[in-house]
């Protein structure tokens, strides 16, 4: 492997490494993306420099060197996808099943390319690493456009997706184990206010130090809520702005309360009655 490569690699094991500090999975995810992406461009630069005259030299630079750096990005970007669209409730066990299906059957479809990939194996390496005159669009809409204009060859591609896939796969196996069934999914209670109501709601009760005696963020809350209910209540701290903004920013607190007073002196006129 070419010694700027290997410069590279550690540079970039080294800032997702750093990057691993970010507690928060889908800004980690988003951030991975952008680090490798800059990374690969980078790569491309250097790819495009080498001797391409020498097979031996542009095999193994589509067959060792391109295709971890390419893992990385689609791991990554798999990730990202996978836990920003994940759904609420109980529907998130079959949505993590269903995309170890999917991972399932790239390993089905590719698995005579993928052992010889694994073998070590070099007698069909004229054949999958020498770079056609085919781009790779149909193999990477799930990731970005940064490798639309792709500088390996499909099977490059694939070996990478294979490395991601069963790092992503583990991710997803882990992600099982620890689900849980809700135990409130059953009840059929729904909120029927508006969102901006429960996440004033959610403000107060977090200013309040209702959850975990204050160690707990409007984040978590926020997640607990949408668990509890089914909803997605989007950018929270956006909304929470606009409730700074209002003439009446405590508006639904308010109301609460004189909701809960109406219902006292209610009860307390039935008593001496």
């Not at 929270?236 to 405590?250: P, Y």
Request: with cysteine; charged share 25%.
């Amino acid at each position: 492997m070419k010694p700027e490569i290997q410069c590279l690699q550690k540079e970039l094991r080294e800032q997702l490494q750093e990057n691993e500090n970010e507690t928060n999975l889908i800004r980690r995810s988003e951030k991975a993306v952008s680090i490798v992406s800059a990374a690969l461009q980078q790569l491309r630069r250097i790819v495009r420099e080498q001797d391409t005259s020498d097979q031996n030299t542009v095999i193994s630079l589509h067959k060792q060197s391109i295709p971890p750096m390419y893992a990385e990005y689609i791991y990554y970007a798999s990730l990202h996808n996978l836990e920003s669209n994940k759904p609420l409730g109980s529907r998130i066990k079959e949505y993590y099943l269903n995309e170890q299906k999917r991972i399932e059957a790239f390993f089905s479809t590719h698995a005579e390319f993928l052992q010889y990939y694994k073998s070590g194996k070099t007698h069909l390496d004229e054949t999958y690493f020498i770079p056609q005159s085919i781009r790779l669009g149909m193999y990477i809409d799930l990731y970005s456009p940064i490798v639309e204009d792709a500088f390996c060859t499909p099977y490059s591609f694939h070996a990478a997706m294979g490395m991601a896939y069963e790092r992503f796969q583990q991710y997803i196996t882990e992600a099982l184990r620890n689900y849980h069934e809700p135990v409130y999914t059953d009840l059929g209670i729904q909120w029927t206010h508006s969102k901006t109501d429960l996440i004033e709601l959610i403000y107060a009760l977090h200013s309040s130090a209702a959850f975990n005696k204050g160690n707990t963020t409007i984040r978590d809350i926020t997640l607990f809520f949408e668990h509890v209910f089914g909803i997605q209540l989007g950018n929270t701290s956006m909304t929470f702005q606009e409730i700074l903004r209002r003439k009446d920013s405590t508006a639904f607190i308010d109301r609460l309360k004189n909701k809960l007073e109406l219902h006292i002196t209610r009860i307390e006129e039935k008593k001496f009655d």
